[in-house]
T-cell receptor, first 117, second 114 residues
Framework: AQSVTQLDSQVPVFEEAPVELRCNYS??????LFWYVQYPNQGLQLLLK??????LVKGINGFEAEFNKSQTSFHLRKPSVHISDTAEYFC???????????????FGTGTRLTIIP | NAGVTQTPKFQVLKTGQSMTLQCAQD?????MSWYRQDPGMGLRLIHY???????DQGEVPNGYNVSRSTTEDFPLRLLSAAPSQTSVYFC?????????????FGEGSRLTVL
C-alpha cells in the first residue's frame, strides 16, 4: 500500500518570498508522483509530475519539485510567490509498475498556501 | 473544450433521500473515478472504472453505487443519504491503459445532507 504525508496543513508566505511545500511518500514499488493545485471553488489541476528520468521536474506557474528516492520525498518549490499562488496544494502518488492502476492516485491531506501582501 | 463536467454543482438533501451525481467527459478517456474531499482528509477514492461495463471499489465505497454504461458517463448514486456523506465530490478521468496516471478533474459537486 502507498501513502502520502504532507506535514504542513497551512503555510503563510510573504509575497515575492520563496516557498517549499513538503511531501513524503511511502511505497513498496516504484512510483509516479504528482502535485496538484486547487484554487478556491475549483477542481484540481495538474501542476507537475515525475514519471522517470531527471529528478528535478518543472511545472506550470514557475513551480518545480525534486524527487529524492533515498528520502522518499517530492518537495514543491517556487523561488518567488505571487498573490495568485494562494491555493491548496496536493501531493499524490501512484504505482508506476503496472499498465493499469497508475490512475489510482493516493492523495495527501493538502497544504493551504496563503500569500501575505 | 468541456473536459469533465459535473452536475449539479450544489445539492441539499435530507437524511434518507437518494440522488445521483452526474459526470461526463468528452476526452474519450477509459478511466473514470469519483473522489470525495473532506477538510483535513484530502481526497479519498470512492469508486472507479477502467472502461465501459467495468467498475470497482475504492477506499470509501460504502453508501455509494456506480455504473458505466458508456465511455463518456460515470454517475454516482447515493442510495440513502446520511449526514456523513456531506462533502465535496469530484469526478476525474484519465487515459487509462499504459497511461501516466494524470487525472483531469471536474469542478466538483458540493453536497449537504441534513
Amino acid at each position: 500500500a502507498q501513502s502520502v504525508t504532507q506535514l504542513d496543513s497551512q503555510v503563510p508566505v510573504f509575497e515575492e518570498a520563496p516557498v517549499e511545500l513538503r511531501c513524503n511518500y511511502s511505497s513498496s514499488v516504484s512510483v509516479y508522483l504528482f502535485w496538484y493545485v486547487q484554487y478556491p471553488n475549483q477542481g484540481l489541476q495538474l501542476l507537475l509530475k515525475y514519471l522517470s528520468g531527471s529528478t528535478l521536474v518543472k511545472g506550470i506557474n514557475g513551480f518545480e519539485a525534486e524527487f529524492n528516492k533515498s528520502q522518499t520525498s517530492f518537495h514543491l518549490r517556487k523561488p518567488s510567490v505571487h498573490i495568485s499562488d494562494t491555493a491548496e496544494y496536493f501531493c499524490a502518488v501512484s504505482s508506476g509498475e503496472s499498465n493499469f492502476g497508475n490512475e489510482k492516485l493516493t492523495f495527501g491531506t493538502g497544504t493551504r498556501l496563503t500569500i501575505i501582501p | 473544450n468541456a473536459g469533465v463536467t459535473q452536475t449539479p454543482k450544489f445539492q441539499v438533501l435530507k437524511t434518507g433521500q437518494s440522488m445521483t451525481l452526474q459526470c461526463a467527459q468528452d476526452m474519450n478517456h477509459e478511466y473514470m473515478s469519483w473522489y470525495r474531499q473532506d477538510p483535513g482528509m484530502g481526497l479519498r477514492l470512492i469508486h472507479y472504472s477502467v472502461g465501459a461495463g467495468i467498475t470497482d471499489q475504492g477506499e470509501v465505497p460504502n453508501g455509494y453505487n456506480v455504473s458505466r454504461s458508456t465511455t463518456e458517463d460515470f454517475p454516482l448514486r447515493l442510495l440513502s443519504a446520511a449526514p456523513s456523506q456531506t462533502s465535496v465530490y469530484f469526478c476525474a478521468s484519465s487515459t487509462g491503459y499504459r497511461g501516466t496516471g494524470e487525472l483531469f478533474f471536474g469542478e466538483g459537486s458540493r453536497l449537504t445532507v441534513l
